[in-house]
């Protein structure tokens, strides 16, 4: 089943905003193998946190991550025109029989 | 720099089949455990199906299984996916996305464009 997060957040330029992504123990919970994707319009995701909270190289300090139980966050700092997206959080999950990724259900960033 | 570019949509019937590919360039192929990930348009990522590096597993979603037969020819650094039984809730953007789960990766590091498959009648 989906991760949950909020269809929509916003923010004015230069702002903070944190996006929720709500799993269960057998996900998010689970696992530190949360990661994060950033979206634009007719484009593929782009990895920007991986392992709940790290950061590729090239991607923005502003861009942080974080874990507490079956929820992981996403915040972004100093909000920028260029953060206008959609982010997708992912978790891995597995079972006796099954080895998966699951995905959360998208929020869309406003900058105001 | 890593390049996948898939190929293979396009417009098939309902119950039809579809066979999409997936090239990669600019990486180690059979280093790399390559997922699909799907988009209807205007709506989420879903994790469609996986095979590991060599080709010794695969794993699906329950929405495809049994229909969508995943495989890869690392000779050619080529993904591919089968697609059987089409329905229109299949309609969607199939992305490949590589994991580097030999170095205990668990995240999609690169992306294809996608390619659109439309079922439709």
Redesign the interface.
Known sequence: S?LTQPASVSGSAGQSITISCIGTSSDVGA?N?V?W?QQYPGK????II??VSSR?SGISDRFSGSKSGNTASLTISGLQAEDEADY?C?S?TSNSI?????????TQVTVL | QVQLVESGGGVVQPGGTLRLSCAASGVTFKNYNIHWVRQVPGKGLEWVADIWYDGSNENYADSVKGRFTISRDNSKSTLYLQMNSLRADDTAVYYCATVWWLRGDYYFDSWGQGTLVTVSS
Do not use: R
């Open positions: 989906a696992y193998y990661s994707y593929a995701p782009k990895l991986y392992d590729p997708y992912s891995y099954l080895e998966a990724f699951v995905f959360g259900t998208g």
